[in-house]
């Protein structure tokens, strides 16, 4: 079964540094997300995605939050300069339109520190 | 502002009762709706999800009531069993709408 994937599963940075979030979303979506979970809450929308272009995207994603497809099949999340307060659950999601079934991949676990 | 509004917080149910999560919203661009099953550590999975033009849809033991007029939708699900343990969210998209809305979530947990 198609799935999302992301990498890696847990990265642990200094505060101030810069880290790339990765993903592959499912090979036929066309949208892509970006939502983060801090601990025991609930799931936040970062931004969307679709045809190389930024379609929405939340107050959290601030001028740190960059979002790239540098090829065909990768998605990344970029944050320039961390802070503690980026430490979260980072999930990415795709789907075939919007509006419509929105797949998640297994997130990458950020610790700041 | 919290555009989906969950219930409850947490939720314990013996093996093989029907535990029901509540959901409403006040936004009626929202199309479409639908419900994730979190397991600790892991991404939200997809369950099952629904559109305003029903009042129920069912999948396996899952079943999603609607009730537009009320803004409303809940998850039921049937013959719980200890697996069933999770974290449960609804969600809230629009019509050519280009997020989810999340619901806070509901914490299971199924007694054996």
């Known amino acids: 079964e198609p799935e999302v994937t992301q990498t890696p599963s847990h990265q642990v940075t200094q505060m101030g540094q810069e880290v790339i979030l990765r993903c592959v979303p499912i090979?036929?979506?066309?949208?892509f997300y970006w939502y983060r979970q801090i601990l025991g809450q609930k799931v936040e929308f970062l931004v969307s995605f679709y045809n190389n272009e930024i379609s929405e995207k939340s107050e959290i994603f601030d001028d740190q939050f960059s979002v790239e497809r540098p090829d065909g099949s990768n998605f990344t999340l970029k944050i320039r300069s961390t802070k503690l307060e980026d430490s979260a659950m980072y999930f990415c999601?795709?789907?075939?339109?919007?509006?419509?079934?929105?797949?998640f991949g297994q997130g990458t676990r950020l610790t700041v520190v | 502002q919290q555009q989906v509004k969950q219930s409850p917080q947490s939720l314990i149910v013996q093996k093989g009762g029907i535990p029901i999560i509540n959901c409403a919203y006040e936004n009626t661009a929202f199309d479409y709706f639908p419900w994730y099953q979190q397991f600790p550590g892991k991404g939200p999975a997809l369950l099952i999800a629904?559109?305003?033009?029903?009042s129920e849809k069912k999948e396996g033991r899952f079943t999603i009531s609607f009730n537009k007029s009320a803004k409303q939708f809940s998850l039921h699900i049937m013959d719980s069993q200890p697996g069933d343990s999770a974290t449960y969210f609804c969600a809230a998209s629009e019509l050519l709408g280009n997020q989810f809305y999340f619901g806070t979530g509901t914490s299971l947990t199924v007694i054996p």
């Open positions: 999601a795709s789907s075939v339109g919007w509006n419509t079934e929105a797949f």
């Open positions: 090979s036929n979506h066309l949208y």
């Open positions: 629904i559109r305003p033009d029903v």
